[in-house]
């Protein structure tokens, strides 16, 4: 799928699902779900190689980990609309039984899950495990990683972030979601991380900026220049900047919503700012 259009369409849709599935259960975190649906669709529609079916160890093809595993709506929403398991299979999230846990897990077999995620700041560690993995195999893919930026506070990236680049893991692309927010508040006042593209470069990655992280065109514009510089000695990061809560006016410009379910009304207010497109489940 290439049509900016059709991507916008299904990113509409992504947004509902999102909304529907926390609402449902009065339970979960719609403000980075919606503020991630763009790059994520961008990523399965059009900038990863994927192939059909799901293979556990994504032998000959890119592979994606979500470390920030509570924004779980957008990836499930995503999968189910990437054709990983029925889109129907939407309406059990985070309820008894389902494989669709608040945060992704592994043991109950949900195709597109290859880590369980939502223990903040190990997703990064197993991306780049998977890349050298690769390379091991001589699979040219590449890997994929999204972290929050709240995230990045927490010790283990920075362990990771300087091993991937002494042992030259140049087939990773690490993004991640700069939306400012987090659960207690702006990430600044809650812990200012300060300049993230000179730390990241201070560790010797190659690092790039979508300064628009919720327009398809700057995001698959951006993506693809982050491809071109795989595979030339360094891992890459993408800076995404985001908004939490994106298509949803009032979820925007808030931590508020990072992880509180709308009411009735408020349901009905964003699904109204949001025209179904694809058909809900």
Request: overall charge negative; glycine content about 10%.
């Amino acid at each position: 799928m290439s049509n900016i259009q059709q991507l916008q369409d299904f990113t509409t849709q992504v947004r509902r699902d999102i909304l529907r599935m926390v609402h449902a259960v009065n339970s979960g975190h719609p403000g980075g779900s919606l503020g991630c649906a763009e790059f994520l669709v961008a990523l399965y529609q059009d900038i990863m190689k994927r192939n059909e079916g799901f293979d556990m160890n994504g032998t000959n093809e890119d592979v994606f980990f979500l470390s920030n595993g509570h924004i779980s709506p957008v990836f499930y929403s995503v999968l189910a609309r990437s054709g990983y398991f029925p889109v129907s299979e939407l309406a059990t999230f985070r309820k008894l039984n389902t494989r669709l846990q608040g945060h992704p897990t592994t043991h109950e077999g949900l195709p597109g899950v290859r880590v369980a995620s939502g223990s903040l700041g190990q997703g990064l560690s197993v991306a780049i495990g998977a890349a050298q993995a690769k390379k091991l195999n001589n699979d040219s893919n590449l890997v994929f990683a999204l972290t929050g930026d709240g995230e990045l506070q927490e010790g283990q990236n920075w362990e990771a972030i300087m091993y991937a680049s002494a042992k030259n893991v140049d087939n990773l692309i690490a993004t991640v979601d700069y939306n400012g927010q987090q659960i207690d508040g702006s990430t600044k006042d809650v812990l200012n991380m300060g300049n993230l593209k000179a730390k990241f470069e201070a560790f010797d990655w190659d690092v790039l900026e979508i300064t628009e992280g919720n327009n398809i065109e700057a995001i698959i514009t951006g993506m693809n220049e982050a491809k071109s510089r795989t595979g030339k000695g360094k891992p890459v990061c993408v800076i995404l900047h985001t908004e939490m809560g994106n298509g949803v006016d009032f979820m925007m410009h808030t931590h508020a919503w990072h992880g509180k379910a709308p009411s009735d009304e408020q349901l009905a207010n964003a699904l109204g700012q949001n025209a179904a497109t694809l058909g809900d489940y």
